[in-house]
């Protein structure tokens, strides 16, 4: 044995044996109590993750947010008493033991899964299977592109997994571990629980195969060793620390162990063991301690663990305050997620040279000029694509492609793994130092779902650039073109979504998705050309509101509002030409990002809306969500249905998005009212 831990361990006698039943049985009750989780998981890795926590993993739970702490990632979510039992062991000041008592109740910082904020040490949510693994891989990542910057003296640290055959299964995870393999992150060490159980039983059930083979097809280290040997365990980290590859250590381990009558089967899997269970495996493990109860030595060995790296981390505090001045201020600006000095006046100078020369530009262009503009004056942008890069124009003069071999780079050529892409993207934003981008069409947000769901619920500034967002992408036809998506999207919790009308408002946008910490943000774009609507040079973002009135009604009062987003603010634009020359005062309100218009008062919506005019909503999409602002004498018009391949400007004719039936749904609402 190699640390401080062990010697203090062994010195008041305490074995690798007695600490992990400490987790089992803190896992175990805590799940009997609540009568609800999952045992047999904490139970079955408790030997793998007391080698990892008392001999390998650099952190300090009296500053769990020490930039150069290893990263542990609890992928198989569901067991997330292991995770929170370590913390408590540990010392985590905040995971008391009435925390952990109160596990999955209202209010407990122990919620069912890991959740991101709610636990210092809670590096990631976990719980949807195959997350955590990917996401890991974008911490992973982001420690090489760190390194790279700062160097290893302020920058040295690994990621450690413990995945099960769940995560492995997901079709995610072929994605994160193909990424891993090809960009030889080998600080990334994978603990996979393999116990041979699901749900629904014996893997056997479902799968057959050769994991240690598909990893090392991916460019993997591999090694097989049975968990529940701690020297084992210890033999394969140490090893796996020195490969120049990312490692999988399959651990074979019992589900449920020390349970007589459950170990090794799916009853242990999701339900308490049981009272009577309880009672027997305290007699097979030799625990005769009451519940929540650990033995005076016991805890002391454990307190040592979490005392381990303080030298560690003191030298590295040390080499923190020797560094130069610009290097450290630029370490702790961008760790702490600060923007840097002057970026808004760059982009301010753009706007202005957009105003002058009111380019048309399809808004995925905008997006790509905007893009050169912030990636020179905010070098912790890290760009990416899944295999779009041409057509969602992520890629600027400043981000060069990362590698294998060169991690000096800002780009990231995720191939086509979009759900893999996002994930990472998670992982890059959760470690630190960076803010993630990437590009695909917009329809492809379906495939990064469900990282772009845990993107809103941890809070993290991740920019997701959407391309090709309607019927306008033409030809491609329907398979590509979005039309129930920027509603599922609007409908997450804490996800902004932009939609914006020309050059300036991309600018506007890309703005706002920056400014905002802890909100991830898509920014739908066109394929086509849009003419430039914001003529003027404001100095104030227009879009931060989120809508504003483009153009008021001339002469006439407002009797017409048309809100619009997007491609189809130019449309309402030309209907509004049309009612104006009827006489008819119309205005045209542009709804760039209707989550920000939602936060604005009273006064501002019912200024911006016109409540007492008829109002007609555009968007190509389907209308769901639009009654809202249309009201009830309100019309919408967009899709009905999937689109169809034909050039853009013949769809927009077939399925009567133009300006003539804006118009005819306006006159008509008002005759009905005359
Ligand atoms: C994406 C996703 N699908 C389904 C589930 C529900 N679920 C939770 S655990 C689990 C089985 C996982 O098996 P394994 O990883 O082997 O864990 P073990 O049984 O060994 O604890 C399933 C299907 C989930 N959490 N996430």
């Known amino acids: 044995m190699n640390a401080i831990a062990r010697e203090t361990a062994d010195a008041i006698g305490v074995a690798d044996?007695?600490?992990?039943?400490?987790?089992?049985?803190?896992?175990?009750?805590?799940?009997?109590?609540?009568?609800?989780?999952?045992?047999?998981?904490?139970?079955?890795?408790?030997?793998?993750?007391?080698?990892?926590?008392?001999?390998?993993?650099?952190?300090?739970?009296?500053?769990p947010e020490w930039q150069d702490r290893d990263r542990f990632v609890l992928s198989a979510g569901h067991g997330s008493m292991l995770l929170y039992g370590l913390l408590h062991l540990t010392g985590y000041e905040d995971v008391t033991l009435e925390e952990i008592r109160n596990f999955r109740q209202l209010g407990s910082t122990t919620a069912g899964h890991p959740e991101y904020g709610h636990?210092?040490?809670v590096e990631t949510t976990t719980g949807p299977l195959g997350q955590g693994i990917t996401t890991a891989v974008g911490m992973a990542l982001a420690e090489q592109l760190q390194q790279n910057r700062y160097g290893d003296s302020l920058v040295d640290h690994h990621t450690y997994v413990i995945a099960g055959d769940g995560c492995l299964m997901e079709g995610i995870s072929q994605e994160a571990i193909s990424l891993a393999g090809h960009l030889k992150?080998?600080?990334?060490?994978?603990?996979?629980?393999?116990?041979?159980?699901?749900?629904?039983?014996?893997?056997?059930?479902?799968?057959?195969?050769?994991?240690?083979k598909r990893f090392e097809a991916s460019g993997w280290a591999v090694n097989a060793i049975d968990g529940h040997d701690p020297e084992a365990v210890?033999?394969?980290?140490?090893?796996?620390?020195?490969?120049?590859?990312?490692?999988?250590?399959?651990?074979r381990t019992i589900i449920g162990f020390g349970s007589p009558n459950k170990a090794g089967t799916a009853s242990t899997h999701g339900s308490p063991l049981g009272h009577d269970e309880i009672a027997a495996s305290r007699e097979q493990l030799d625990w005769p301690h009451e519940p929540f109860v650990i033995p005076e030595a016991i805890g002391k060995a454990w307190r040592a663990a979490g005392e381990r790296s303080r030298p560690a981390y003191e030298a590295w505090q040390e080499r923190l305050q020797q560094a130069k001045q610009e290097l450290r201020d630029e370490f702790l600006r961008t760790s702490k997620g600060v923007l840097p000095a002057g970026w808004q006046a760059d982009l301010d100078a753009f706007k202005r040279e957009l105003a002058e020369e009111q380019p048309a530009l399809a808004t995925r262009k905008a997006s790509g000029a905007t893009l050169k503009v912030l990636t020179n004056s905010i070098p912790e942008l890290i760009g990416g694509s899944a295999d779009l890069t041409g057509s969602v124009n992520t890629k600027t003069p400043d981000t060069l492609p990362i590698s294998a071999d060169d991690f000096s780079g800002r780009y990231i050529h995720y191939g086509v793994r979009e759900h893999a892409m996002a994930a990472v993207?998670?992982?890059?934003?959760?470690?630190?130092?960076?803010?993630?981008?990437?590009?695909?069409?917009?329809?492809?947000?379906?495939?990064?779902?469900?990282?772009?769901?845990?993107?809103?619920?941890?809070?993290?500034?991740?920019?997701?650039?959407?391309?090709?967002?309607?019927?306008?992408?033409?030809?491609?036809?329907?398979?590509?073109?979005?039309?129930?998506?920027?509603p599922m999207l609007r409908a997450t919790p804490n996800f902004n979504v932009y939609r914006p009308a020309d050059a300036m408002e991309t600018a506007e946008c890309w703005a706002l998705a920056?400014?905002?910490?802890?909100?991830?943000?898509?920014?739908?774009?066109?394929?086509?050309?849009?003419?430039?609507?914001?003529?003027d040079y404001s100095e104030e973002n227009l879009s931060a509101r989120g809508a504003y009135v483009l153009a008021e009604a001339g002469k006439a009062p407002r009797k017409v509002t048309l809100l619009a987003t997007g491609s189809e603010v130019s449309l309402a634009m030309a209907a509004r030409g049309i009612l104006e020359a009827k006489g008819i005062g119309t205005a045209v309100v542009s709804m760039p990002c209707w989550e920000r218009f939602d936060q604005q008062d009273a006064d501002y919506k019912a200024e911006v809306l016109g409540p007492d005019t008829v109002r007609v909503g555009v968007e190509a999409a389907v209308g769901f969500g639009w009654d809202r602002y249309v009201g009830e004498r309100?019309?919408?018009?967009?899709?009905?249905?999937f689109g169809?391949?034909?050039?853009?400007?013949?769809?927009?004719?077939?399925?009567?998005?133009?300006?003539?039936?804006?118009?005819?749904?306006?006159?008509?609402r008002l005759d009905n009212e005359e």
């Not at 039983?201 to 240690?212: C, M, P």
């Not at 960076?434 to 941890?458: E, K, N, Q």
Request: charged share 15%.
């Open 644 to 668: 169809a391949s034909a050039p853009a400007a013949q769809l927009y004719e077939h399925f009567g998005i133009t300006a003539e039936a804006i118009v005819e749904a306006a006159t008509t």
């Open 185 to 212: 992150l080998n600080k990334l060490i994978v603990l996979w629980d393999d116990n041979s159980i699901s749900i629904d039983g014996s893997t056997d059930l479902s799968v057959s195969d050769d994991q240690a």
């Open 425 to 486: 993207m998670n992982g890059i934003a959760l470690h630190g130092g960076f803010i993630p981008y990437g590009g695909t069409f917009l329809v492809f947000a379906d495939y990064m779902r469900a990282a772009m769901r845990l993107s809103a619920l941890m809070g993290q500034r991740v920019i997701y650039v959407l391309t090709h967002d309607s019927i306008g992408l033409g030809e491609d036809g329907p398979t590509h073109q979005p039309v129930e998506t920027l």
């Open 634 to 641: 309100g019309a919408f018009i967009g899709m009905q249905s």
């Open 17 to 63: 044996k007695d600490m992990a039943n400490a987790l089992r049985f803190i896992a175990a009750d805590a799940v009997q109590r609540a009568e609800s989780g999952h045992p047999g998981m904490p139970m079955g890795m408790a030997d793998v993750a007391t080698v990892l926590f008392t001999r390998f993993l650099k952190f300090n739970p009296a500053d």
């Open 514 to 535: 920056l400014e905002d910490g802890d909100t991830p943000s898509g920014i739908a774009l066109s394929r086509q050309t849009l003419p430039a609507l914001r003529t």
């Open 234 to 251: 210890a033999a394969a980290i140490t090893a796996a620390k020195g490969n120049d590859r990312p490692t999988l250590i399959a651990c």
């Open 119 to 121: 636990m210092p040490g």
